[in-house]
């Protein structure tokens, strides 16, 4: 993705509108349609959200999560989902997305929003999403875009004042500082038994906890500031503003009607009408503004926060002019200040900086260090001590950050006693530490201090949460907390059932005091762990770390299982939501592993072309396996570059199959034949898939293709084998190799020699081609010069026939 202007894409949408418009899931669906894309998000919480959406969709293993503070990168990414900061710019993608680009307008971030704007693309397709206020600035700036407005899918009424005491269940109370949040929490609790809690400063673990306690019906308000304001899916009727004004981090301010409308929308969801309202300890909103906030309707944004791009590194005080330097075009404001400007400003006095900060590497490397985040918020003197220090430690000796001095930093930190503001200020500070653990070569051990930071960041927003629960939710009214403890006993009667330990499964895992994890600390356990974590066996039952968790069962088609955890009843509403969504985004990796690892939903978007679609439909269908037959329409009608693209993704022309090569290895043979029973809930034969030959009559009735064997005969052939076999055959000396591999399978005499019929060899030693050359009628034409598949022998479900015989 160059930032060039002449590197451009040739589409370019910006979809503005109000909230729930639906902007944000049109862009995702978008993205999968194309072989790979990166949408850039304003906050971590929401990146987070979209990253559980998308990989529940096409599986973790092609699915990127990039912020400021955690990564997850498999090998080979096909999507990248990231805050717009963390966006890796320099990748080139087919698909590119923004949400929430009215941030240009942003005093602090929207210069890198402006950025986004302005050289952010991707190859085929780049998408803008946001207020409508910015229409006139996206024809301004890019006057080739197509701008479309959006439509509410509910209607959003004003609903006057209420008191806290008569606001209606799912109702969202809305403060603008942690203090009047907690006030208004403690308020509710007595009134309604328990409210959940959201701040901004809050990590994704404990956020993540609160909204599934509110989402699930186990408390019906919640109390919040305006970090729900942007793009969190919450099942709101109502939001109460117990507030006008807030602190922006330079001074206390009115918000605008466009910020009160952003937090307002949130109340009603797809099509379900929501209201908003303020508390009656305020006055009530003006007509004016109530009426903007119904309509959307709101001043046009007239200038954008900018900063230049250009910078140069030759010096600090070269660095500092450069990103002082006031932008040329008229709609562009220089940003007034920004954390990492004002700590270069600082540094650069620093006289032990000035003497090594004398090169370009250096200088770069300075600036590196003076965006680490300040998490802190607070003395700004502290953060700029702690840059001073992390750079002179990376200019001396091999360039690392001392392990010594980074344990005394985080070793204090990893501790969950304390009240709530105790353990908030920890979680501000351990975020610089991750934040810094992520950075490229600053330290000895980087996965080690990542797992670290992340383990302590998890624990202090697990306590957290429990304090939150404890403070501000009756426990009559709330069990989720609770911890499994393992009883002295096993209960009476017993199970054979592979679940009936889950019960007990918290309590044998260490972790917490007494003994076990609380239900949240496990289910995020479960959430934040890798693929390798879960074991799934060949009736489809998903263990987590060695114990029976929950079992796939049969969706609407092979590619579809759906989850089912074991003995439901243990969890409560939230906690299984977000197991669901976790162990359905492992169905959708099992599935593609299945396929070889073939991205078929990615070539079924409606940017290709039909054919292309038929066919990694047909591919999809068949788990990456189809006949020649099946295949060889679409494919002759395909461009070549279409081909070039299959081939490049595995897909290959067989004697008798279409497939995708990996589709057809050990492990991909496995997960099929795992899909396949648990579709048809019935076992597959003994020996499938691992024999690679078996009798006919072994499969049982079934259906040889679907298992992934070809019937020749009297004996069924896996795949894989048959295609050696065939490949084999089209050279010279072929028929002595598939001799010796059709020894290797134990085939002796008449059924040998009806196997090389069927596959157009001779059981004499002559091949095929040889014998075409004394005038016998070949059994397959080799692929014609539009690169269609040969003619191959009829496909049989069943296998069986005289073909060629």
């Not at 698909?95 to 941030?103: G, H, K, P, R, S």
């Not at 006095?349 to 090169?359: G, L, N």
């Not at 020699?753 to 157009?760: D, H, M, S, T, W």
Request: contains cysteine.
């Amino acid at each position: 993705m160059n930032s060039s202007p002449s590197n451009r894409s040739s589409v370019v949408i910006a979809e503005l509108g109000p909230t729930n418009t639906g902007k944000t899931y049109r862009a995702i669906e978008r993205m999968l349609e194309h072989d790979t894309g990166i949408i850039g998000l304003p906050l971590r919480l929401l990146a987070r959200e979209v990253y559980d959406r998308v990989t529940a969709r096409v599986g973790e293993g092609r699915v990127a999560l990039m912020t400021g503070e955690e990564k997850r990168l498999p090998p080979r990414p096909d999507y990248w989902i990231c805050t717009v900061e963390a966006m890796p710019v320099d990748r080139p993608v087919d698909f590119l997305a923004v949400d929430e680009i009215q941030l240009a307008a942003h005093r602090e971030r929207g210069h890198v929003f402006t950025d986004r704007l302005l050289h952010a693309r991707g190859r085929r397709e780049t998408w803008f999403l946001g207020a409508d206020t910015m229409r006139p600035m996206v024809q301004s700036l890019i006057p080739q875009a197509s701008v479309k407005r959006a439509t509410r899918l509910s209607q959003l009424r004003y609903a006057g004042s209420r008191s806290l005491k008569s606001l209606p269940p799912r109702s969202a109370v809305v403060a603008f500082s942690a203090d009047r949040v907690y006030e208004l929490a403690e308020t509710l609790r007595r009134l309604r038994g328990g409210v959940a809690v959201v701040l901004g400063a809050l990590s994704p673990r404990t956020r993540n906890a609160q909204v599934a306690m509110y989402q699930s019906g186990e408390v019906q308000y919640l109390v919040a500031t305006d970090a729900i304001g942007m793009g969190l899916n919450l099942d709101l009727n109502h939001v109460a503003f117990a507030a006008f004004s807030k602190y922006d981090g330079a001074e206390q301010r009115e918000l605008f009607p466009d910020e009160l409308a952003q937090i307002a929308g949130r109340a009603g969801r797809h099509l379900n009408d929501g209201s908003f309202g303020t508390l009656n300890t305020l006055p009530e909103l003006s007509p004016r503004v109530v009426s903007a906030i119904e309509t959307h309707r709101f001043p046009a944004v007239r200038s954008l926060i900018w900063r230049n791009a250009s910078l140069d590194f030759s010096s600090p005080e070269a660095l500092l002019d450069s990103l002082s330097r006031a932008p040329r075009h008229s709609a562009f404001i220089r940003v007034e200040r920004a954390d990492d400007f004002d700590a270069l400003k600082e540094l650069s006095h620093v006289p032990a900086i000035r003497d090594v900060a004398t090169s370009q590497p250096m200088v770069e490397l300075l600036w590196q260090v003076c965006q680490i985040p300040d998490f802190r918020k607070g003395l700004f003197g502290q953060h700029v001590s702690l840059l001073r220090e992390t750079f002179l430690q990376l200019c001396e000796g091999d360039g690392r950050l001392d392990p010594v001095w980074l344990g005394r930093q985080v070793s204090p930190l990893d501790d969950v006693s304390g009240d709530i503001h105790t353990l908030m200020d920890r979680l501000a500070a351990i975020r610089i530490w991750t934040y810094i653990s992520h950075r490229s070569g600053w330290l000895h051990e980087a996965e080690q201090w990542q797992e670290r930071t992340r383990r302590i960041e998890d624990a202090l927003g697990d306590a957290l949460h429990e304090r939150l629960v404890e403070r501000f939710v009756q426990r009559a009214a709330r069990r989720s907390s609770r911890r499994f403890v393992r009883p002295a006993a096993p209960p009476s009667g017993g199970s054979d059932s592979p679940f009936a330990k889950l019960g007990l499964l918290l309590g044998e895992v260490p972790g917490a005091e007494g003994g076990g994890l609380t239900e949240e600390q496990f289910v995020q356990r479960v959430v934040d762990a890798t693929h390798d974590a879960f074991q799934v066996d060949a009736s489809g039952i998903i263990s987590f770390e060695g114990q029976p968790l929950a079992r796939l069962v049969r969706g609407k088609d092979l590619r579809s299982p759906q989850v089912a955890l074991g003995e439901p009843e243990v969890w409560t509403g939230g906690a299984r939501r977000q197991l669901e969504r976790r162990l359905v985004a492992l169905a959708r990796d099992l599935v593609t592993e299945a396929m070889g690892g073939f991205p078929a939903e990615a070539l079924t978007g409606t940017g290709r072309s039909a054919a292309m679609r038929g066919l990694a439909y047909r591919l999809a269908e068949g788990l990456g396996v189809i006949s020649l037959e099946e295949a060889r329409e679409q494919w002759r009608l395909m461009a070549l570059e279409e081909r070039e693209r299959l081939r490049a993704l595995g897909a290959r022309e067989g004697q008798r199959f279409f497939y995708v090569d990996g589709a057809l290895a050990p492990h991909a043979l496995d997960r099929r034949c795992m899909l396949t029973a648990l579709f048809h809930q019935t076992p597959v034969p003994k020996g499938v898939p691992r024999e690679p030959g078996l009798a006919a009559a072994e499969l049982g009735g079934w259906d040889a293709r679907v298992l992934g064997y070809e019937v020749l005969g009297t004996v069924a052939l896996r795949i894989d084998i048959l295609e050696r076999l065939s490949e084999s055959l089209r050279h010279p000396q072929g028929t002595r190799q598939a001799q010796a591999l059709l020894q290797e399978l134990r085939l002796e005499g008449g059924v040998r020699a009806r196997v090389l019929r069927e596959l157009g060899g001779s059981p004499g030693g002559a091949s095929a081609k040889r014998r075409r050359r004394r005038g016998r009628k070949p059994q397959a034409t080799a692929p014609d010069k539009r690169g269609a598949p040969g003619q191959s022998a009829p496909p049989s479900g069943s296998g069986g026939g005289e073909r060629g015989v």
